[in-house]
């Protein structure tokens, strides 16, 4: 059983790198609009390999459903106030949206809130460093979101640059978010959440790169 949990890891992990080096070496060749269009497919590939990996499942619906539901929560109201990330809106390669806001960028808080909060407790002890720690490291992907989220139609800020209000905002969420995650610990194995989160990085990181 333990021997099967691990080549599956190895089979998931091994999918998401295909599909995200792909994408990075597309944009370097200037296919950027055709792989960007499938970021849906992304992030449902990694939702499902959190499902597919997870060492043990209890809880595990409930887990997810929270940061799903709070980041789209926290986003309808940043798209229709302003706050607390500032003026913003969707724009069309992150799939289906309900008032203006894709379904699917709850999905991605979910992934990022599971990748990040295992890597800070790895390192962090009590409930509030666990949520700091893992909004930190939330706020760090941002940082290298915003400059390309609008050369690739996610989404766009009025005055077309992120203002400091939205790392404030993303923090903020973050740490609510976090605070909330801890208690239901969801196992997996360790190698997981730092894949999931060093490919979101190598990929805002390189796309920065070669796009700016």
Same mark, same amino acid.
């Given at each position: 059983?333990?021997?099967?949990? !691990?080549?599956?890891?190895?089979?998931a992990?091994?999918? /998401?790198?295909? $599909?995200?080096?792909? !994408?990075?070496?597309?944009?370097?060749l200037?296919?950027?609009?055709?792989?960007?269009? #499938?970021?849906?497919?992304?992030?449902?590939? +990694?939702?499902?390999?959190?499902?597919? +990996?997870?060492?043990?499942?209890? =809880?595990?619906?409930?887990?997810?459903?929270?940061?799903?539901?709070?980041?789209?929560?926290?986003?309808?109201? &940043?798209?229709?106030? &302003?706050?607390?990330?500032?003026?913003?809106?969707?724009?069309?390669?992150?799939?289906?949206?309900?008032?203006?806001?894709?379904?699917?960028?709850?999905?991605?808080?979910?992934?990022?809130?599971?990748?990040? %909060?295992?890597?800070? %407790?790895?390192?962090?002890?009590? =409930?509030w460093? #666990? %949520?700091?720690?893992?909004?930190? /490291?939330?706020?760090?992907?941002?940082?290298?979101?915003?400059?390309?989220?609008?050369? $690739?139609?996610?989404?766009t800020f009025?005055?077309?640059?992120?203002?400091?209000?939205?790392?404030?905002?993303?923090?903020?969420?973050?740490?609510i978010?976090?605070?909330?995650?801890?208690? $239901?610990?969801?196992? +997996?194995? =360790?190698? /997981? =959440?730092?894949?999931?989160? %060093?490919?979101?990085?190598?990929?805002?990181?390189?796309?920065?790169?070669? #796009?700016?």
């Open positions: 059983m333990i021997k099967f949990h !691990a080549v599956r890891l190895q089979i992990i091994t999918i /998401l790198w295909l $599909f995200h080096v792909s !994408a990075l070496v597309g944009i370097l200037g296919y950027d609009q055709w792989f960007v269009t #499938k970021t849906p497919l992304n992030l449902l590939l +990694c939702a499902a390999a959190i499902v597919v +990996c997870i060492v043990e499942h209890k =809880r595990l619906l409930m887990a997810l459903s929270m940061p799903l539901v709070l980041g789209l929560v926290a986003e309808w109201i &940043g798209v229709h106030t &302003g706050y607390p990330f500032g003026d913003y809106a969707y724009g069309e390669n992150l799939g289906p949206k309900v008032a203006g806001v894709p379904l699917l960028i709850g999905v991605n808080w979910a992934i990022l809130t599971f990748a990040t %909060a295992g890597i800070a %407790a790895e390192w962090a002890h009590t =409930r460093s #666990k %949520a700091l720690l893992a909004a930190l /490291l939330m706020t760090v992907l941002d940082i290298w979101m915003e400059p390309v989220a609008p050369l $690739f139609d996610f989404w009025e005055g077309g640059q992120a203002p400091l209000l939205n790392y404030g905002g993303w923090m903020l969420v973050s740490v978010v976090q605070y909330l995650y801890v208690p $239901f610990e969801v196992h +997996c194995a =360790r190698s /997981l =959440r730092w894949h999931l989160y %060093a490919l979101f990085l190598l990929f805002f990181a390189g796309s920065t790169w070669i #796009k700016l």
